[in-house]
């Protein structure tokens, strides 16, 4: 399938959802949204894949569930009144990881924002721990400042530290310490659905944005090259 942008029909879809929020809604209207939320996204990581190898070759870009597309549904357990989301996700991710604790390329939307971020949106601990023994070396830390920097001068928006504390291991009185309290590392920018959206020029949007912050994912890329999720350790 060819991707001519999102449809206006898949954002009206979404907010259907905010008012009718069940299965058997979605049950009753699955032909909808295979049409105007399924088929264009996997068309959307297709193309967006295509250019993503320019800047890594070796980038996840896989149009199924559970890979570069999401599940539509929420954990059970904790939504019974809205199982279903109203925001789509969309990942390329690079390694052999879990996804979510891979270096990525990331873009959701809904019918009010589109966010579209790069890096690694949440710490597990493993990694947590991987990150702050791997910042501790000086060029490390003062490379990873640097991008950080350069990428707020570019007007991407950065995570605010996570946590108020020091870790026990970290030095304070380190150059650019406050990167230990970090529980995250993205950058990202937000705007509304606009014409952009709905047609092929998000593809060179996305894709600028994308490349503006290669320099942190490979940082990260190589951050997790370190960190070992299965044996839970830091090589």
């Not at 993503?52 to 357990?77: C, G, M, W």
């Not at 969309?90 to 939307?109: E, K, N, P, T, V």
Request: charged fraction near 25%.
């Amino acid at each position: 399938m060819t991707f001519n942008g999102f449809p206006q029909e898949g954002l009206q879809f979404l907010s259907k959802i905010i008012t009718h929020n069940s299965k058997e809604w979605l049950d009753a209207h699955r032909d909808e949204y295979e049409r105007c939320i399924v088929a264009p996204n996997k068309a959307y990581v297709e193309e967006m894949g295509e250019h993503l190898q320019i800047l890594v070759p070796t980038i996840h870009a896989e149009p199924k569930t559970n890979k570069s597309l999401f599940r539509i549904y929420r954990d059970a357990r904790f939504h019974l009144n809205d199982p279903i989301k109203t925001r789509i996700g969309i990942i390329f991710w690079q390694g052999a990881g879990h996804r979510m604790q891979s270096s990525s390329f990331y873009m959701h939307y809904d019918p009010f924002e589109i966010f579209v971020a790069t890096g690694i949106r949440n710490f597990k601990p493993t990694l947590l721990a991987a990150y702050r023994a791997y910042i501790q070396n000086d060029e490390r830390r003062n490379e990873l400042h640097g991008i950080l920097q350069n990428l707020k001068a570019k007007g991407y928006t950065l995570p605010e530290p996570k946590y108020k504390r020091m870790p026990r291991e970290c030095d304070s009185k380190e150059a650019h310490s406050y990167l230990y309290r970090m529980g995250a590392l993205y950058g990202y920018t937000t705007f509304p659905p606009d014409e952009i959206f709905h047609s092929e020029a998000i593809i060179d949007r996305n894709f600028k944005i994308y490349e503006d912050m290669l320099p942190l994912q490979q940082w990260l890329y190589e951050l997790t090259l370190h960190c070992d999720t299965d044996a839970d350790t830091f090589k």
